[in-house]
Nanobody, 126 residues
């Protein structure tokens, strides 16, 4: 599978933005999908993850209640809806995929993901 992230941009604090990650291939539902971010000078951190079927989701405490991960397996796309954005959310956002056929697990560790998109920049101004 190959991943293409999009939807980043400049937004004011308190605003909203939706990121998309389109995947190639016919086995998209066999992949756990995750979103990670990396701010300047900081390490990459987990944002949210969703199981192959979409039944299970997980998100970091820093974004819980503000960000929502979802997927449309018919469109081979995973989304990250972000609202109440804060300047601290400024980062490059990456989508990632981990092969987990017939599983409803979610994964937080970046090392568990084997396929990464190119990243999309989100800038939140104060």
């Amino acid at each position: 599978v190959q991943l293409q992230a999009s939807g980043g941009g400049l937004v004011q604090a308190g605003g909203s933005l939706t990121l998309s990650c389109a995947a190639s291939g016919r086995t998209f539902r066999s992949y756990v999908m995750g979103w990670f971010r990396q701010a300047p000078g900081k390490e990459r951190e987990f944002v949210a993850a969703i199981s192959g079927s979409g039944i299970n989701k997980d998100s970091a405490s820093s974004v819980k209640g503000r960000f929502t991960i979802s997927r449309d397996n018919a469109k081979n796309t995973v989304y990250l809806q972000m609202s109440s954005l804060e300047p601290e959310d400024t980062a490059i956002y990456y989508c990632a995929a981990a092969w987990r056929i017939h599983s409803n697990i979610v994964l937080r560790e970046a090392g568990s993901y084997t396929v990464w998109g190119q990243g999309t920049l989100v800038t939140v101004s104060s």
